[in-house]
């Protein structure tokens, strides 16, 4: 079952934002769910390698909409980057 309407992606123009990650100069959260189809761990792996200050979770039995699959993991993993960023 659909947990959004599947039309809504209708007029979505992909952009290829790859060159743009290394411009990234703030720290960044990467957060995959486990089971994610969208981001896979190769990918993750690889947005990762062109972040300069990133730091990578991924949320146990997640799929892609960690916030409606793992709410309460998603939150401590926010939680945990924002209030100890140095780590």
């Known amino acids: ?3 959004f309407d599947p039309a809504c992606n209708g007029t979505r123009r992909p952009a290829d934002a790859w060159p743009l990650l ?3 100069t703030a720290p960044t959260l990467l957060v ?3 089971h994610s189809p969208i981001l896979p761990p ?3 792996q690889e947005m990762a390698a062109r972040i300069p ?3 990578v979770v991924e949320i146990a039995g997640a799929h892609h909409h960690l916030v409606l699959d793992e709410p309460g993991a998603f939150a401590a993993a926010l939680g945990e980057f924002l209030f100890q960023p140095g780590q």
């Open 53 to 55: 200050m990133v730091r």
């Open 32 to 34: 995959r769910g486990e």
């Open 42 to 44: 190769v990918m993750a």
């Open 1 to 3: 079952m659909y947990r």
């Open 22 to 24: 290394p411009r990234i």
